[in-house]
Protein backbone atom coordinates (compact mmCIF):
# COMPACT_ATOMS: atom_id res chain seq x y z
CA UNK A 1 0.00 0.00 0.00
CA UNK A 2 1.13 3.03 -1.15
CA UNK A 3 0.16 7.06 -0.71
CA UNK A 4 0.66 9.20 -3.84
CA UNK A 5 0.46 13.15 -2.87
CA UNK A 6 2.57 13.77 -6.08
CA UNK A 7 -0.68 14.60 -8.40
CA UNK A 8 -4.00 14.30 -7.13
CA UNK A 9 -3.91 12.72 -3.53
CA UNK A 10 -4.15 8.85 -3.57
CA UNK A 11 -3.48 5.48 -2.05
CA UNK A 12 -2.70 2.92 -4.37
CA UNK A 13 -2.13 -1.10 -4.07
CA UNK A 14 -0.57 -2.51 -7.46
CA UNK A 15 -2.79 -1.37 -10.14
CA UNK A 16 -5.85 -0.50 -8.34
CA UNK A 17 -5.77 2.94 -7.06
CA UNK A 18 -8.71 4.66 -5.14
CA UNK A 19 -8.46 9.01 -5.31
CA UNK A 20 -10.10 10.58 -1.87
CA UNK A 21 -12.74 12.72 -2.31
CA UNK A 22 -12.21 16.16 -2.01
CA UNK A 23 -13.54 16.80 2.27
CA UNK A 24 -11.72 18.14 5.48
CA UNK A 25 -9.99 14.47 6.18
CA UNK A 26 -8.25 14.57 2.91
CA UNK A 27 -7.15 17.97 3.51
CA UNK A 28 -5.80 16.78 7.23
CA UNK A 29 -4.17 13.83 5.12
CA UNK A 30 -2.56 16.02 2.71
CA UNK A 31 -1.03 18.47 5.68
CA UNK A 32 0.44 15.19 7.27
CA UNK A 33 1.76 13.53 4.17
CA UNK A 34 3.48 16.95 3.11
CA UNK A 35 5.84 16.75 6.04
CA UNK A 36 6.26 13.29 6.78
CA UNK A 37 7.50 11.83 9.74
CA UNK A 38 7.59 15.48 11.61
CA UNK A 39 5.29 16.63 14.46
CA UNK A 40 2.52 18.99 11.98
CA UNK A 41 1.00 21.22 14.96
CA UNK A 42 -2.84 21.74 15.75
CA UNK A 43 -3.02 24.97 14.70
CA UNK A 44 -1.45 24.56 11.29
CA UNK A 45 -3.67 21.85 10.53
CA UNK A 46 -6.89 23.66 11.46
CA UNK A 47 -5.59 26.68 9.56
CA UNK A 48 -5.03 24.32 6.35
CA UNK A 49 -8.60 22.66 6.70
CA UNK A 50 -11.15 25.78 7.81
CA UNK A 51 -8.60 28.68 6.74
CA UNK A 52 -9.49 32.17 8.43
CA UNK A 53 -13.33 30.61 8.79
CA UNK A 54 -12.29 28.48 11.75
CA UNK A 55 -15.22 27.26 14.09
CA UNK A 56 -15.39 27.61 17.68
CA UNK A 57 -15.87 23.40 17.58
CA UNK A 58 -12.43 23.46 15.31
CA UNK A 59 -10.23 20.85 18.06
CA UNK A 60 -13.29 18.58 18.27
CA UNK A 61 -13.77 18.52 14.94
CA UNK A 62 -10.33 18.57 14.14
CA UNK A 63 -10.36 15.00 16.36
CA UNK A 64 -13.28 14.04 14.46
CA UNK A 65 -11.54 14.12 11.27
CA UNK A 66 -8.43 12.01 12.53
CA UNK A 67 -10.67 9.20 13.87
CA UNK A 68 -12.63 8.77 10.37
CA UNK A 69 -8.71 8.70 8.23
CA UNK A 70 -8.02 5.99 11.12
CA UNK A 71 -11.24 3.70 10.63
CA UNK A 72 -11.11 4.73 6.82
CA UNK A 73 -7.63 2.99 6.73
CA UNK A 74 -8.18 -0.45 7.38
CA UNK A 75 -10.38 -0.81 4.20
CA UNK A 76 -6.77 0.07 2.23
CA UNK A 77 -5.03 -2.78 4.60
CA UNK A 78 -3.20 0.01 6.98
CA UNK A 79 -3.56 0.46 10.42
CA UNK A 80 -5.32 3.23 12.17
CA UNK A 81 -2.00 4.09 13.73
CA UNK A 82 -0.13 5.38 11.54
CA UNK A 83 -1.80 8.44 12.11
CA UNK A 84 -0.17 8.85 15.60
CA UNK A 85 -1.11 11.86 18.16
CA UNK A 86 1.90 13.12 19.79
CA UNK A 87 2.34 16.68 22.02
CA UNK A 88 1.03 19.32 20.19
CA UNK A 89 -0.06 17.84 16.76
CA UNK A 90 -0.48 14.68 14.86
CA UNK A 91 2.52 12.97 12.71
CA UNK A 92 2.13 10.30 9.91
CA UNK A 93 4.22 7.52 10.40
CA UNK A 94 5.73 6.44 6.63
CA UNK A 95 7.52 3.34 5.91
CA UNK A 96 10.28 3.42 2.98
CA UNK A 97 8.44 2.84 0.09
CA UNK A 98 5.05 4.12 1.15
CA UNK A 99 5.11 7.68 0.14
CA UNK A 100 5.73 9.02 -3.47
CA UNK A 101 7.20 12.11 -1.75
CA UNK A 102 9.81 10.69 0.49
CA UNK A 103 10.63 8.24 -2.13
CA UNK A 104 11.09 11.32 -4.74
CA UNK A 105 13.66 13.13 -2.33
CA UNK A 106 15.69 10.19 -1.54
CA UNK A 107 16.12 9.94 -5.43
CA UNK A 108 17.16 13.14 -5.44
CA UNK A 109 19.53 12.90 -2.43
CA UNK A 110 21.37 9.68 -4.64
CA UNK A 111 21.53 11.61 -7.69
CA UNK A 112 23.79 14.48 -5.87
CA UNK A 113 25.47 12.06 -4.39
CA UNK A 114 26.40 10.65 -7.92
CA UNK A 115 29.63 11.15 -9.70
CA UNK A 116 28.49 9.05 -13.38
CA UNK A 117 25.79 11.78 -15.23
CA UNK A 118 24.86 8.71 -17.09
CA UNK A 119 23.73 7.30 -13.17
CA UNK A 120 23.02 11.03 -11.75
CA UNK A 121 20.61 11.28 -14.85
CA UNK A 122 18.86 7.91 -14.51
CA UNK A 123 18.03 8.34 -11.07
CA UNK A 124 16.78 12.03 -11.63
CA UNK A 125 14.39 10.79 -14.44
CA UNK A 126 13.23 7.93 -12.14
CA UNK A 127 12.49 10.57 -9.36
CA UNK A 128 10.03 12.67 -11.92
CA UNK A 129 8.59 9.94 -13.13
CA UNK A 130 6.39 10.01 -9.76
CA UNK A 131 4.76 13.34 -10.77
CA UNK A 132 1.25 12.14 -11.75
CA UNK A 133 -0.54 15.62 -12.86
CA UNK A 134 -1.43 18.33 -11.41
CA UNK A 135 -0.66 18.71 -7.27
CA UNK A 136 -3.98 18.66 -4.75
CA UNK A 137 -6.39 18.67 -7.33
CA UNK A 138 -8.45 17.62 -4.67
CA UNK A 139 -7.50 18.99 -1.82
CA UNK A 140 -9.58 22.09 -0.76
CA UNK A 141 -6.97 23.98 1.03
CA UNK A 142 -5.91 27.76 0.39
CA UNK A 143 -3.53 27.50 2.89
CA UNK A 144 -1.79 24.67 1.34
CA UNK A 145 -1.94 25.51 -2.47
CA UNK A 146 -0.49 28.87 -1.24
CA UNK A 147 2.34 27.76 1.19
CA UNK A 148 3.25 24.30 0.54
CA UNK A 149 2.66 23.45 -3.24
CA UNK A 150 5.33 25.95 -4.35
CA UNK A 151 7.75 24.31 -2.40
CA UNK A 152 6.72 21.15 -4.07
CA UNK A 153 6.76 22.35 -7.23
CA UNK A 154 10.44 24.25 -6.83
CA UNK A 155 12.31 20.61 -6.25
CA UNK A 156 10.09 19.21 -9.55
CA UNK A 157 11.40 22.56 -11.36
CA UNK A 158 14.83 21.99 -9.78
CA UNK A 159 14.77 18.57 -10.83
CA UNK A 160 13.78 19.11 -14.69
CA UNK A 161 16.33 21.56 -14.90
CA UNK A 162 19.42 19.35 -13.22
CA UNK A 163 18.37 16.89 -15.80
CA UNK A 164 17.86 18.86 -19.09
CA UNK A 165 21.47 20.34 -17.80
CA UNK A 166 22.80 16.87 -17.98
CA UNK A 167 21.22 15.66 -21.39
CA UNK A 168 22.73 19.16 -22.88
CA UNK A 169 26.32 18.22 -21.62
CA UNK A 170 25.77 15.08 -23.22
CA UNK A 171 24.92 16.36 -26.05
CA UNK A 172 21.66 14.80 -26.41
CA UNK A 173 19.33 18.01 -27.15
CA UNK A 174 16.71 16.28 -28.91
CA UNK A 175 15.78 14.77 -25.74
CA UNK A 176 16.16 17.70 -23.67
CA UNK A 177 13.77 19.64 -25.95
CA UNK A 178 10.67 16.74 -25.65
CA UNK A 179 10.92 17.82 -22.38
CA UNK A 180 11.62 21.69 -22.57
CA UNK A 181 9.00 22.35 -24.67
CA UNK A 182 6.71 21.22 -22.01
CA UNK A 183 7.92 23.47 -18.85
CA UNK A 184 8.68 26.68 -21.05
CA UNK A 185 5.52 26.72 -21.61
CA UNK A 186 4.11 26.07 -18.45
CA UNK A 187 6.27 28.52 -16.28
CA UNK A 188 7.48 31.25 -19.10
CA UNK A 189 9.13 33.60 -16.56
CA UNK A 190 12.00 31.13 -15.89
CA UNK A 191 14.61 31.89 -17.49
CA UNK A 192 16.95 29.00 -16.77
CA UNK A 193 14.78 26.62 -18.94
CA UNK A 194 14.60 29.38 -21.64
CA UNK A 195 18.32 29.34 -21.65
CA UNK A 196 18.39 25.39 -21.53
CA UNK A 197 15.27 25.84 -24.57
CA UNK A 198 16.95 28.34 -26.76
CA UNK A 199 20.17 26.08 -26.59
CA UNK A 200 18.93 22.94 -27.35
CA UNK A 201 17.16 24.62 -30.55
CA UNK A 202 20.81 25.79 -31.34
CA UNK A 203 22.57 22.80 -31.10
CA UNK A 204 20.45 20.89 -32.98
CA UNK A 205 20.91 22.86 -35.93
CA UNK A 206 17.61 25.52 -35.49
CA UNK A 207 19.20 28.85 -35.31
CA UNK A 208 16.43 31.08 -36.25
CA UNK A 209 13.86 29.07 -33.87
CA UNK A 210 16.65 29.65 -30.93
CA UNK A 211 16.80 33.61 -31.58
CA UNK A 212 12.80 33.16 -32.40
CA UNK A 213 12.76 31.77 -29.21
CA UNK A 214 14.70 34.20 -27.16
CA UNK A 215 12.97 36.52 -28.77
CA UNK A 216 9.46 35.53 -27.56
CA UNK A 217 10.91 35.26 -23.63
CA UNK A 218 11.95 38.56 -24.10
CA UNK A 219 8.95 40.28 -24.98
CA UNK A 220 7.59 38.16 -22.16
CA UNK A 221 9.63 39.66 -19.64
CA UNK A 222 9.32 43.26 -20.39
CA UNK A 223 5.62 43.48 -21.01
CA UNK A 224 4.89 40.90 -18.15
CA UNK A 225 7.26 41.56 -15.51
CA UNK A 226 9.44 44.93 -16.74
CA UNK A 227 12.52 43.73 -16.62
CA UNK A 228 15.24 42.45 -19.44
CA UNK A 229 16.34 39.08 -19.51
CA UNK A 230 19.10 38.02 -17.43
CA UNK A 231 23.00 37.74 -18.14
CA UNK A 232 23.19 33.98 -18.77
CA UNK A 233 19.67 34.69 -21.93
CA UNK A 234 22.35 37.68 -23.18
CA UNK A 235 25.09 36.01 -23.15
CA UNK A 236 23.65 33.40 -25.33
CA UNK A 237 22.20 35.01 -27.68
CA UNK A 238 25.40 36.86 -28.54
CA UNK A 239 26.64 33.25 -28.92
CA UNK A 240 24.19 32.38 -31.28
CA UNK A 241 24.78 35.65 -33.10
CA UNK A 242 28.40 34.76 -33.38
CA UNK A 243 28.02 31.72 -34.46
CA UNK A 244 30.04 29.57 -31.30
CA UNK A 245 30.10 26.00 -31.03
CA UNK A 246 28.63 26.17 -27.12
CA UNK A 247 28.75 22.65 -26.20
CA UNK A 248 28.90 19.06 -27.77
CA UNK A 249 26.81 17.75 -30.51
CA UNK A 250 26.54 13.95 -29.93
CA UNK A 251 23.42 13.61 -32.01
CA UNK A 252 24.47 13.60 -35.80
CA UNK A 253 28.20 15.08 -34.97
CA UNK A 254 30.05 12.27 -33.06
CA UNK A 255 30.21 11.57 -29.49
CA UNK A 256 29.45 14.07 -26.55
CA UNK A 257 32.76 13.67 -23.59
CA UNK A 258 31.63 10.55 -21.45
CA UNK A 259 32.50 12.86 -18.00
CA UNK A 260 31.02 16.05 -18.70
CA UNK A 261 31.64 19.33 -16.37
CA UNK A 262 28.71 20.09 -15.16
CA UNK A 263 27.85 22.62 -11.90
CA UNK A 264 27.10 21.22 -8.84
CA UNK A 265 23.51 19.59 -8.69
CA UNK A 266 20.85 21.55 -6.93
CA UNK A 267 23.67 24.32 -5.42
CA UNK A 268 23.97 27.84 -6.69
CA UNK A 269 27.29 28.09 -8.10
CA UNK A 270 27.88 31.15 -7.25
CA UNK A 271 27.89 30.69 -3.90
CA UNK A 272 31.00 27.91 -4.41
CA UNK A 273 34.27 28.59 -5.62
CA UNK A 274 33.78 30.36 -8.90
CA UNK A 275 34.61 27.80 -12.30
CA UNK A 276 37.77 28.20 -13.46
CA UNK A 277 38.07 29.95 -17.08
CA UNK A 278 35.81 28.74 -20.05
CA UNK A 279 38.37 26.93 -23.48
CA UNK A 280 38.18 28.74 -26.24
CA UNK A 281 34.42 28.22 -28.30
CA UNK A 282 34.63 27.17 -32.13
CA UNK A 283 32.68 28.44 -34.37
CA UNK A 284 29.63 26.31 -35.63
CA UNK A 285 28.60 25.93 -38.92
CA UNK A 286 32.53 26.09 -39.76
CA UNK A 287 33.30 26.36 -43.76
CA UNK A 288 35.29 27.35 -46.02
CA UNK A 289 39.13 27.02 -45.48
CA UNK A 290 40.06 23.66 -46.64
CA UNK A 291 43.22 24.03 -48.70
CA UNK A 292 44.52 25.95 -45.65
CA UNK A 293 42.79 23.71 -43.00
CA UNK A 294 44.46 20.86 -44.49
CA UNK A 295 47.84 22.65 -44.73
CA UNK A 296 47.75 23.05 -40.77
CA UNK A 297 46.78 19.67 -40.17
CA UNK A 298 49.82 18.19 -41.74
CA UNK A 299 52.00 20.25 -40.41
CA UNK A 300 50.71 19.52 -36.91
CA UNK A 301 50.69 15.69 -37.31
CA UNK A 302 53.49 14.78 -39.90
CA UNK A 303 56.99 15.42 -37.97
CA UNK A 304 56.84 13.76 -34.20
CA UNK A 305 60.29 13.82 -33.59
CA UNK A 306 60.01 17.19 -31.51
CA UNK A 307 57.51 19.36 -30.60
CA UNK A 308 55.56 20.95 -33.21
CA UNK A 309 54.88 24.58 -33.77
CA UNK A 310 53.05 26.07 -36.09
CA UNK A 311 52.03 30.27 -36.18
CA UNK A 312 48.52 31.41 -37.68
CA UNK A 313 48.23 35.22 -38.71
CA UNK A 314 46.42 37.56 -40.54
CA UNK A 315 44.15 40.39 -39.99
CA UNK A 316 41.79 40.72 -37.20
CA UNK A 317 38.86 39.20 -38.23
CA UNK A 318 39.67 37.16 -40.81
CA UNK A 319 39.13 33.71 -38.99
CA UNK A 320 42.30 32.76 -37.35
CA UNK A 321 40.37 31.64 -34.15
CA UNK A 322 37.78 29.76 -35.92
CA UNK A 323 40.30 28.01 -38.58
CA UNK A 324 42.80 27.17 -35.79
CA UNK A 325 39.94 25.48 -33.49
CA UNK A 326 38.00 23.82 -36.24
CA UNK A 327 41.92 22.22 -37.85
CA UNK A 328 42.58 20.96 -33.80
CA UNK A 329 39.09 19.30 -33.85
CA UNK A 330 40.14 17.21 -37.07
CA UNK A 331 43.50 16.37 -36.01
CA UNK A 332 42.21 15.59 -32.21
CA UNK A 333 42.92 11.83 -32.78
CA UNK A 334 46.74 12.32 -33.16
CA UNK A 335 46.82 13.80 -30.21
CA UNK A 336 45.46 11.61 -27.45
CA UNK A 337 46.85 13.16 -24.36
CA UNK A 338 44.09 15.42 -25.30
CA UNK A 339 43.52 19.17 -26.97
CA UNK A 340 44.18 22.15 -24.85
CA UNK A 341 43.23 25.81 -25.60
CA UNK A 342 43.93 29.76 -23.92
CA UNK A 343 43.57 32.99 -24.55
CA UNK A 344 46.35 34.97 -24.37
CA UNK A 345 44.84 38.69 -24.10
CA UNK A 346 42.21 39.72 -21.73
CA UNK A 347 38.98 41.33 -23.34
CA UNK A 348 40.60 44.49 -22.87
CA UNK A 349 43.16 43.31 -25.44
CA UNK A 350 46.00 43.33 -22.86
CA UNK A 351 48.45 40.81 -22.86
CA UNK A 352 48.31 37.85 -19.87
CA UNK A 353 51.53 36.99 -18.42
CA UNK A 354 52.44 33.18 -18.93
CA UNK A 355 52.60 32.14 -15.63
CA UNK A 356 48.76 32.71 -15.72
CA UNK A 357 48.33 30.92 -18.43
CA UNK A 358 50.21 27.89 -17.81
CA UNK A 359 48.33 28.20 -14.10
CA UNK A 360 45.05 27.91 -16.15
CA UNK A 361 46.57 24.84 -18.77
CA UNK A 362 47.08 22.42 -15.65
CA UNK A 363 44.43 23.40 -14.16
CA UNK A 364 42.22 22.11 -17.25
CA UNK A 365 44.63 19.52 -17.73
CA UNK A 366 44.82 18.48 -13.96
CA UNK A 367 48.50 18.34 -14.20
CA UNK A 368 51.14 18.45 -11.54
CA UNK A 369 51.98 22.29 -10.74
CA UNK A 370 55.62 21.70 -10.65
CA UNK A 371 55.39 20.37 -14.70
CA UNK A 372 55.67 22.35 -17.93
CA UNK A 373 52.32 22.95 -19.50
CA UNK A 374 51.63 20.72 -22.17
CA UNK A 375 54.10 18.47 -21.63
CA UNK A 376 51.99 15.51 -22.26
CA UNK A 377 54.57 13.93 -24.78
CA UNK A 378 51.18 14.10 -27.00
CA UNK A 379 49.13 16.87 -26.11
CA UNK A 380 47.79 19.83 -28.83
CA UNK A 381 47.89 23.49 -27.28
CA UNK A 382 45.96 26.03 -29.18
CA UNK A 383 47.25 29.53 -27.75
CA UNK A 384 45.48 32.16 -28.83
CA UNK A 385 45.93 35.69 -29.93
CA UNK A 386 49.48 35.89 -28.89
CA UNK A 387 51.36 38.78 -28.54
CA UNK A 388 54.85 38.18 -28.70
CA UNK A 389 56.87 35.50 -29.09
CA UNK A 390 58.40 36.24 -25.25
CA UNK A 391 54.79 35.45 -24.13
CA UNK A 392 54.35 32.10 -25.85
CA UNK A 393 57.95 29.91 -25.11
CA UNK A 394 57.42 29.41 -21.60
CA UNK A 395 54.49 27.77 -23.24
CA UNK A 396 56.19 25.48 -25.60
CA UNK A 397 55.60 21.45 -24.51
CA UNK A 398 59.06 20.06 -23.70
CA UNK A 399 59.13 16.69 -25.04
CA UNK A 400 58.16 15.22 -28.64
CA UNK A 401 55.10 14.61 -29.95
CA UNK A 402 53.18 17.39 -28.41
CA UNK A 403 52.42 20.69 -30.57
CA UNK A 404 51.44 24.14 -30.46
CA UNK A 405 49.09 25.82 -32.84
CA UNK A 406 49.31 29.84 -31.92
CA UNK A 407 47.08 32.50 -33.87
CA UNK A 408 48.51 36.04 -33.45
CA UNK A 409 48.38 39.22 -35.74
CA UNK A 410 52.13 38.66 -36.04
CA UNK A 411 54.45 36.89 -37.79
CA UNK A 412 55.90 35.36 -34.62
CA UNK A 413 59.04 35.06 -36.73
CA UNK A 414 61.71 35.27 -34.27
CA UNK A 415 60.16 32.53 -32.18
CA UNK A 416 60.51 30.41 -35.58
CA UNK A 417 63.78 31.52 -36.09
CA UNK A 418 64.92 30.05 -32.24
CA UNK A 419 62.82 26.93 -31.79
CA UNK A 420 61.44 26.06 -35.65
CA UNK A 421 58.05 25.48 -36.68
CA UNK A 422 55.89 26.95 -39.73
CA UNK A 423 54.28 29.87 -40.17
CA UNK A 424 50.91 30.18 -42.23
CA UNK A 425 48.94 33.38 -43.12
CA UNK A 426 45.92 33.47 -43.60
CA UNK A 427 44.08 35.84 -46.45
CA UNK A 428 40.13 36.73 -46.64
CA UNK A 429 38.11 33.62 -48.22
CA UNK A 430 36.87 33.01 -51.67
CA UNK A 431 33.64 34.09 -53.12
CA UNK A 432 32.57 30.90 -52.79
CA UNK A 433 33.59 30.30 -49.53
CA UNK A 434 31.91 33.65 -48.27
CA UNK A 435 28.57 32.95 -49.97
CA UNK A 436 28.78 29.16 -48.40
CA UNK A 437 29.13 30.52 -45.12
CA UNK A 438 26.13 32.96 -45.78
CA UNK A 439 23.79 30.21 -46.55
CA UNK A 440 25.09 27.91 -43.55
CA UNK A 441 24.20 31.38 -40.97
CA UNK A 442 21.05 32.25 -42.97
CA UNK A 443 19.54 29.13 -44.28
CA UNK A 444 19.93 27.82 -47.77
CA UNK A 445 16.36 28.65 -48.19
CA UNK A 446 17.31 32.11 -47.91
CA UNK A 447 20.65 32.13 -49.54
CA UNK A 448 19.16 30.49 -52.57
CA UNK A 449 15.85 33.03 -52.86
CA UNK A 450 18.44 36.01 -53.41
CA UNK A 451 21.80 34.62 -54.80
CA UNK A 452 23.05 37.72 -56.31
CA UNK A 453 22.34 40.05 -53.32
CA UNK A 454 24.31 37.35 -51.30
CA UNK A 455 27.09 37.40 -53.53
CA UNK A 456 27.38 41.17 -53.79
CA UNK A 457 26.69 41.30 -49.24
CA UNK A 458 29.78 39.10 -49.24
CA UNK A 459 32.19 41.86 -51.54
CA UNK A 460 30.78 44.46 -49.39
CA UNK A 461 32.21 42.37 -46.62
CA UNK A 462 35.35 42.75 -48.41
CA UNK A 463 34.92 38.26 -47.75
CA UNK A 464 36.18 39.24 -44.16
CA UNK A 465 34.70 36.20 -41.67
CA UNK A 466 34.07 38.70 -38.95
CA UNK A 467 32.05 40.64 -40.84
CA UNK A 468 30.03 38.07 -42.80
CA UNK A 469 29.13 36.92 -39.40
CA UNK A 470 27.78 40.20 -38.04
CA UNK A 471 25.84 40.57 -41.09
CA UNK A 472 24.23 37.36 -41.34
CA UNK A 473 23.15 38.11 -37.36
CA UNK A 474 21.65 40.77 -38.14
CA UNK A 475 19.89 39.83 -41.30
CA UNK A 476 18.95 36.58 -38.64
CA UNK A 477 17.75 39.23 -36.31
CA UNK A 478 15.20 41.00 -38.77
CA UNK A 479 13.87 37.93 -41.17
CA UNK A 480 11.88 40.43 -43.10
CA UNK A 481 14.96 42.67 -44.63
CA UNK A 482 15.79 41.28 -48.05
CA UNK A 483 19.49 40.65 -48.45
CA UNK A 484 19.16 43.32 -51.06
CA UNK A 485 17.89 45.73 -48.90
CA UNK A 486 21.16 44.98 -46.35
CA UNK A 487 23.68 45.49 -49.10
CA UNK A 488 22.62 48.78 -50.24
CA UNK A 489 22.09 49.76 -46.63
CA UNK A 490 25.76 48.83 -45.69
CA UNK A 491 27.23 50.26 -48.82
CA UNK A 492 26.01 53.68 -47.13
CA UNK A 493 28.57 53.33 -44.63
CA UNK A 494 30.55 50.27 -45.23
CA UNK A 495 32.68 50.69 -41.94
CA UNK A 496 30.60 51.65 -39.27
CA UNK A 497 27.85 49.39 -40.06
CA UNK A 498 29.31 46.52 -39.64
CA UNK A 499 28.61 46.72 -35.98
CA UNK A 500 26.21 45.17 -33.73
CA UNK A 501 24.44 47.69 -31.40
CA UNK A 502 23.95 45.33 -28.71
CA UNK A 503 27.08 43.89 -28.15
CA UNK A 504 30.27 46.50 -28.78
CA UNK A 505 32.78 43.47 -29.28
CA UNK A 506 31.04 42.80 -32.47
CA UNK A 507 32.09 45.50 -34.27
CA UNK A 508 34.70 45.60 -37.02
CA UNK A 509 35.90 49.02 -36.22
CA UNK A 510 35.98 48.14 -32.88
CA UNK A 511 38.24 45.11 -33.60
CA UNK A 512 40.68 47.28 -35.99
CA UNK A 513 41.04 49.98 -33.39
CA UNK A 514 42.00 47.36 -30.95
CA UNK A 515 44.72 46.34 -33.13
CA UNK A 516 45.89 49.71 -33.74
CA UNK A 517 46.21 50.40 -30.40
CA UNK A 518 48.51 47.88 -29.67
CA UNK A 519 50.89 49.36 -31.81
CA UNK A 520 53.70 51.73 -31.21
CA UNK A 521 51.76 55.13 -31.89
CA UNK A 522 54.18 56.21 -34.88
CA UNK A 523 53.18 52.54 -36.55
CA UNK A 524 49.60 53.35 -35.78
CA UNK A 525 50.00 57.17 -37.40
CA UNK A 526 51.27 55.84 -40.44
CA UNK A 527 48.70 53.06 -40.67
CA UNK A 528 46.32 55.83 -40.84
CA UNK A 529 48.31 57.96 -42.79
CA UNK A 530 49.31 55.31 -45.63
CA UNK A 531 45.71 53.99 -45.79
CA UNK A 532 44.06 57.06 -46.19
CA UNK A 533 46.32 57.77 -49.40
CA UNK A 534 45.87 57.23 -52.64
CA UNK A 535 46.35 53.05 -53.34
CA UNK A 536 49.15 53.96 -56.05
CA UNK A 537 51.28 55.64 -52.86
CA UNK A 538 51.46 52.09 -51.51
CA UNK A 539 55.44 51.70 -52.38
CA UNK A 540 58.74 52.25 -50.22
CA UNK A 541 59.26 56.14 -52.47
CA UNK A 542 55.84 56.81 -52.16
CA UNK A 543 55.62 56.16 -48.61
CA UNK A 544 58.89 58.39 -47.74
CA UNK A 545 57.51 61.37 -49.56
CA UNK A 546 54.41 60.52 -47.79
CA UNK A 547 55.34 60.38 -44.34
CA UNK A 548 58.53 62.88 -44.90
CA UNK A 549 61.20 60.37 -43.90
CA UNK A 550 63.88 58.53 -45.47
CA UNK A 551 63.43 55.65 -47.92
CA UNK A 552 64.96 53.41 -45.30
CA UNK A 553 62.64 54.58 -42.30
CA UNK A 554 59.34 54.15 -44.79
CA UNK A 555 60.73 50.68 -46.13
CA UNK A 556 60.96 49.49 -42.16
CA UNK A 557 57.57 51.16 -41.35
CA UNK A 558 56.23 49.27 -44.41
CA UNK A 559 57.59 46.24 -42.77
CA UNK A 560 56.19 46.39 -39.54
CA UNK A 561 52.50 46.64 -41.09
CA UNK A 562 53.11 43.68 -42.90
CA UNK A 563 54.30 41.92 -39.81
CA UNK A 564 51.22 43.09 -37.97
CA UNK A 565 49.08 42.05 -40.83
CA UNK A 566 47.63 45.08 -41.81
CA UNK A 567 49.17 45.48 -45.14
CA UNK A 568 50.09 42.72 -47.60
CA UNK A 569 53.46 42.75 -49.53
CA UNK A 570 53.08 42.97 -52.83
CA UNK A 571 55.93 42.10 -55.93
CA UNK A 572 59.01 44.44 -56.73
CA UNK A 573 58.56 46.36 -53.45
CA UNK A 574 54.62 47.19 -53.64
CA UNK A 575 52.38 46.86 -50.84
CA UNK A 576 48.50 46.27 -51.10
CA UNK A 577 45.98 47.44 -48.10
CA UNK A 578 42.73 45.49 -47.84
CA UNK A 579 39.64 47.94 -48.82
CA UNK A 580 37.69 46.94 -45.64
CA UNK A 581 41.27 48.43 -43.73
CA UNK A 582 42.08 51.14 -46.35
CA UNK A 583 37.91 52.30 -45.60
CA UNK A 584 38.81 52.24 -42.16
CA UNK A 585 41.72 54.48 -42.10
CA UNK A 586 39.99 56.86 -44.30
CA UNK A 587 37.01 56.88 -42.01
CA UNK A 588 39.23 57.14 -38.81
CA UNK A 589 41.50 60.15 -40.35
CA UNK A 590 38.53 62.06 -42.05
CA UNK A 591 39.42 61.72 -45.82
CA UNK A 592 36.63 63.08 -47.54
CA UNK A 593 37.29 62.12 -50.70
CA UNK A 594 36.07 58.31 -49.50
CA UNK A 595 33.15 57.32 -47.85
CA UNK A 596 31.24 59.69 -44.54
CA UNK A 597 33.83 60.39 -42.08
CA UNK A 598 33.68 58.58 -38.42
CA UNK A 599 34.40 60.32 -35.32
CA UNK A 600 38.92 60.03 -35.14
CA UNK A 601 40.45 57.56 -32.80
CA UNK A 602 41.34 58.29 -29.55
Same mark, same amino acid.
Given at each position: MRFQILGPLRIADGSEVVVFPPSK?????????????????????????????????????????????????????LSDAVIESVPGGYRIAVEPGSLDLADFRELRAR???????????CLLKEALSLWQGPLLTNVPSDLLRRD??????????????????????LGRCGQALVELWTVVRAHPGHERFREQLIEALYRTGRQADALAEYREVKRYLQEELGVDPGPALRRLELSILRGDDIGPRREGGGPAPAAPVLAPPYADTAAGRPPAPSPLAAVSCFTGRAADGDAIARRLTADRSGPTIVVLSGAPGIGKTALALHTARQVGHAFPDGLLTARMTRDDGTPRAPAEVAAELRHHAGDDPRAAPGAGPRRLLVLDDATGADQVRPLLPAGAGGAVLVTSRLGLAGLLAAHGGWAHRLGTLTEEESFRLLAAVLGDGRAEAEPEAVHRLAAACGHFPFALRIMAARL???? %? *? +? &??????? $??????????????????????????LDRLDPRLADAFLRVGAS??? %? *? +? &??????? $??VVPSLAEELLERLVDVSLLEEGPAGRYHMHELLRNFARRATGYQAGPPALTTRH
Open positions: PTVLLAALLLRPGTVVSVGFLRRAIWGDEEPSSAKAALHACVLRLRKTFPKYGAQAERDPEAELEMPRLVEERLRTVERACDIELALTRP %R *L +S &VADCVAW $LREDPVARLSLPDDPRLSVPRAFTDAPPE %R *L +S &VTGTAGL $LG
